[in-house]
């Protein structure tokens, strides 16, 4: 597989011949929406809870009299039908989201959503890409010079100025390889590799 390899100013410069079992994959719809699902499922914490009727903080005394009032029967003011009453199937704080996802299914999903990117033309590889101090104009004017708005960098190493300047930037997300996950390949608009960081992504994920 053929990708693009831009220059300083985001113009094609030429070609770079890639691992087709990483960008010539064919696009698995269903497979990238699970390996999706179950990233975010396992991000979850869990740490979530509701009360039910017996941790409500309200009388146990009957509301009315069962009789002659007109109104309907009520035993408790913490009853689930009454408002600020307990949650009849309360979440539980230890709840487990997690999906079971094989280390195969993710690597295929993953090759799936890049390949895609290659074939819409929204991934391209750069020699390197860095900038000169931590600032986030800097950035900003590069990204502009090269054309590009959203954009997931993905570098080999850690760049601490690079880091720092994409911060700020809420359309611009810097990772590693190693950091690189299928929930922010899909979420921006085009994505940019470091040569360094396609020898390690090769060497990882196929």
């Known amino acids: 597989m053929e990708l693009k390899l831009l220059n300083e100013r985001g113009e094609q410069a030429s070609t770079l011949q890639a691992s087709d079992t990483l960008f010539a994959r064919e696009y698995n719809e ?12 396992n991000a979850r914490s869990g740490n979530r809870a509701q009360k039910g009727r017996a941790e409500i903080a309200k009388s146990t005394r009957k509301p009315w009299r069962q009789k002659g009032t007109g109104r309907a029967r009520a035993g408790m003011a ?6 600020g009453g307990g949650k009849a199937f309360p979440s539980s704080p230890d709840e487990n989201f997690s999906h079971k ?24 590889v750069v020699e390197d890409f860095s900038v000169e101090a931590p600032k986030t104009k800097l950035l ?11 954009v997931l960098v993905i570098t080999d190493q850690f760049d601490e100025n690079l880091f720092l300047s994409a911060r700020n930037l809420h359309k611009v997300l810097v990772l590693e390889v190693s950091e690189t996950d299928p929930v922010s390949l899909v979420h921006y608009q085009n994505v940019i590799v470091t040569k360094g960081a396609l020898a390690k992504m090769e060497e990882v994920w196929q």
């Open 140 to 150: 900003n004017d590069k990204l502009k010079g090269m054309g590009l708005d959203s």
């Open 78 to 83: 913490s009853s689930p039908i009454w408002r």
């Open 30 to 41: 269903a497979l990238v929406h699970q390996v999706v699902v179950a990233y975010m499922a």
């Open 101 to 124: 996802l094989n280390r195969k299914m993710f690597r295929a999903g993953v090759a799936a959503i890049l390949s895609q990117l290659a074939r819409e033309g929204r991934l391209a």
